[in-house]
């Protein structure tokens, strides 16, 4: 079993930044994509952030292509979400995820068998 935890969520004005990371504990797989979702309230989740086991292959969803950097660690089992530039329309609940298995990205959520519980990110104007 694998246990994703995320941490530096937080409350920013626009146009400000904040750093996520997401920690994975326990049983730990080898090349294992990870990826960050968001779901606003009243939005389904969505993809923000992917990155491949080597760090070397990186995609990002539109809205965010030029503000966020995703990152890794794999010595630290560590995964980062750089925001910057943010905007109201970032707020939303942010997860990490990991997909055992998968060298490469992956965008889709289904591809992914650990969650985190999720970090608050409230922009506001």
């Known amino acids: 079993q694998v246990q994703l935890v995320e941490s530096g969520g937080g409350l920013v004005q626009a146009g400000g930044s904040l750093r996520l990371s997401c920690v994975a504990t326990?049983?730990?797989?080898?090349?294992?994509?990870m990826g960050w979702f968001r779901q606003a309230p009243g939005k389904e989740r969505e993809f923000v952030a992917t990155?491949?086991?080597?760090?070397?292959?990186?995609y990002y969803a539109d809205s965010v292509k030029g503000r966020f950097t995703i990152s890794r660690d794999n010595a630290k089992n560590t995964v980062y979400l750089q925001m910057n530039s943010l905007k109201p329309e970032d707020t939303a609940v942010y997860y990490c995820?990991?997909?055992?298995?998968?060298?490469?990205?992956?965008?889709?959520?289904?591809?992914?068998?650990?969650w985190g519980q999720g970090t608050q990110v409230t922009v506001s104007s």
């Open positions: 995820a990991a997909s055992p298995g998968t060298q490469g990205t992956a965008t889709i959520a289904s591809r992914y068998d650990y």
């Open positions: 990155i491949s086991w080597s760090g070397r292959s990186t």
């Open positions: 326990g049983r730990t797989f080898g090349p294992t994509a």
